[in-house]
């Protein structure tokens, strides 16, 4: 046999653990290694065609060769071939957003936090947040309480600002940073007319910004109530529409679900749409007055379903909503009476109110997620499936949204995991520039499970802290003080309320019941602590007769003690006074 004939399989093991050269090494990634790495394993094919696929299954070649050719054009529209996961959170992601400028995005879940994700300073080996900001935590004391956070939206025209929208009756403006800038106020509960009160009396659902005005944005809340608000003047509300319900046995009023902000269909102002529990559809003027709805559909869906998404056409024309009564509908803005077009799609608003719904970038298409965890590429026409992907298999997908410079789709699951998805052929920065980078070589010390805290001689993840709660140890923590078990806390471990008593650390090594002979032996008069002090006491009463420490000079010249009399004048027991006062 020949040594040309001889067939060595490759071992991909072998190969990453032998070096590839010796002496010193340079850090040079192997992007296209990297890129291809991060391919989805999952086939996406068009939903339109399935059942033609089924019906020419004979024709084996020939199908071959068109799904592979639909792929490939499927790769080229949409940037689905690819992805990165990142899972910051602990609790379903309920929304998110990036910037105009695609560097930075933030991600918001029922863990009560928001997540600041920065593309610059991740590597294929460290897919994590820089910074997490619980918004509702008002202040540095475990009894804070803190509420999910349903909505976050950069602003499209002033990046450095960012609406956060939590299950409270007020809304904040964050920093890119995570930095507070405004909060809005809370009205007066006590107030029937809502003209009169100077805020929400009542949750806030969503919220969005102004597509041309960079201070202004809009809130919708429990209460029934639009509130406009300017954010230059300190979150000073601006205005207040308020949508009286006209259900049988509501008294007026209703829930706001859902509200979009878009440009108007004639080009010079704004269009404000907003939807409702008891299933109306309402429009406004953007830009006022807002006493009167300009058009209103009563029963755009069905009542009591919540409508958790709308979207609002880039050229401002039509709409796009997802009900609570499986329907996805979509509007004619010109014609604002009955729906375009009207198709069966199950929702998930019972369990996530904050189900979005939105457009492509060049309004192509609509993206929006199911039950199941897929991908739903619709056509804006027909709201026909024109591709549909697993995303999350098993797991609702909340959101999605689709980034016009960086050409990536980001999509929010309810397993608290956030998909990236991109083509490295027709995206740009993002998840590409990170993968471009060589991934981060970590030091054996930066795994916690292979290092030993020496102060406390267990593992770094397993210290126990003041709480009772593992740092680590995967608990689900549920409350702001098993969530941030230090805060409040100086140095030392005290808290810095001097009202609340030092709670003891319980270690390991320093149980609440020590050993009894351990005690005994080492720390003295520590048998005193559960002794009778009377017993005690009298245990050396024979002793001090026979050898008197204190008095024994008088026992030759006085034996027997004497004591005095007590005389008439002295005697102040508590009959002679009582006789006196009678």
């Not at 039509?318 to 509908?329: E, F, H, L, P, Y």
């Not at 999350?392 to 980001?410: E, V």
């Not at 409350?479 to 030092?502: C, I, K, L, V």
């Not at 009778?532 to 050396?540: I, M, S, V």
Request: negative net charge; charged residues 25%; contains cysteine.
């Amino acid at each position: 046999m020949d040594e040309d004939d001889i067939i060595v399989e490759e071992d991909e093991a072998l190969k990453q653990f032998m070096p590839n050269g010796f002496g010193k090494q340079t850090r040079e990634a192997n992007v296209a290694r990297q890129v291809e790495g991060t391919r989805r394993q999952t086939t996406t094919q068009p939903a339109i065609e399935n059942s033609s696929l089924q019906a020419g299954k004979e024709k084996v070649g020939e199908s071959d060769d068109d799904s592979e050719e639909d792929q490939d054009e499927d790769d080229d529209e949409f940037p689905v071939s690819h992805e990165l996961v990142l899972k910051t959170h602990e609790r379903p992601v309920t929304s998110i957003t990036v910037d105009p400028a695609g560097s930075r995005f933030i991600t918001s879940s029922t863990d009560c936090t928001v997540k600041f994700h920065d593309f610059s300073s991740m590597t294929p080996t460290t897919l994590r947040a820089f910074k997490s900001v619980d918004p509702t935590a008002t202040k540095t004391s475990a009894s804070s309480e803190t509420h999910p956070v349903h909505h976050v939206e950069f602003n499209p025209i002033s990046p450095s600002q960012v609406l956060v929208i939590s299950a409270i009756p007020q809304a904040k403006i964050l920093s890119r940073d995570g930095e507070p800038i405004a909060e809005s106020v809370k009205g007066d509960m006590y107030l029937r007319d809502m003209h009169n009160t100077r805020g929400h009396i009542s949750e806030i659902t969503t919220g969005t910004w102004h597509p041309f005005n960079r201070n202004l944005c809009v809130t919708a809340g429990t209460d029934s109530t639009l509130r406009i608000w300017d954010a230059e003047m300190r979150m000073k509300q601006k205005n207040v529409i308020v949508h009286k319900s006209r259900a049988a046995g509501s008294a007026g009023r209703t829930r706001m679900t859902a509200v979009a902000w878009g440009q108007s269909a004639t080009g010079s102002g704004s269009t404000l749409v907003a939807a409702a529990l008891d299933g109306s559809l309402v429009m406004w003027n953007g830009d006022g007055p807002y006493t009167r709805p300009s058009a209103e559909v009563s029963e755009a869906h069905t009542r009591d379903t919540w409508t958790g998404g709308i979207a609002l056409n880039a050229d401002g024309r039509t709409a796009v909503t997802r009900g609570g009564d499986d329907t996805i509908k979509l509007w004619d803005l010109r014609k604002f009476k009955h729906p375009v077009s009207v198709v069966d799609h199950p929702s998930i608003s019972d369990q996530y109110p904050s189900t979005s719904i939105r457009f492509s970038p060049n309004s192509s298409s609509i993206l929006t997620g199911s039950t199941s965890g897929h991908l739903h590429i619709l056509n804006p026409a027909t709201l026909k499936p024109e591709l549909v992907t697993p995303v999350s298999p098993g797991s609702p997908l909340i959101a999605a949204y689709w980034h016009p410079r960086l050409n990536q789709i980001l999509t929010a699951s309810s397993n608290a995991e956030v998909h990236i998805m991109y083509n490295p052929n027709t995206s740009t920065q993002g998840a590409t520039m990170v993968m471009a980078r060589a991934p981060k070589r970590r030091h054996i010390d930066d795994d916690p499970n292979l290092t030993t805290d020496m102060s406390q001689g267990i593992s770094g993840d397993a210290i126990i802290m003041p709480n009772g709660v593992l740092r680590g140890s995967g608990q689900a923590s549920t409350s702001y003080a098993a969530r941030h078990p230090q805060t409040g806390m100086t140095a030392s471990g005290r808290f810095r309320d001097p009202r609340r008593p030092h709670i003891p650390l319980t270690t390991p090594f320093a149980k609440s019941q020590p050993d009894e002979e351990h005690v005994k032996k080492n720390i003295p008069l520590s048998s005193m602590r559960d002794e009778d002090p009377r017993e005690a006491l009298l245990k050396y009463a024979e002793k001090a007769e026979k050898d008197p420490m204190f008095t024994n000079a008088w026992k030759k010249t006085q034996p027997k003690t004497i004591y005095a009399d007590v005389s008439d004048e002295e005697d102040n027991s508590p009959e002679r006074k009582r006789a006196r006062q009678a």
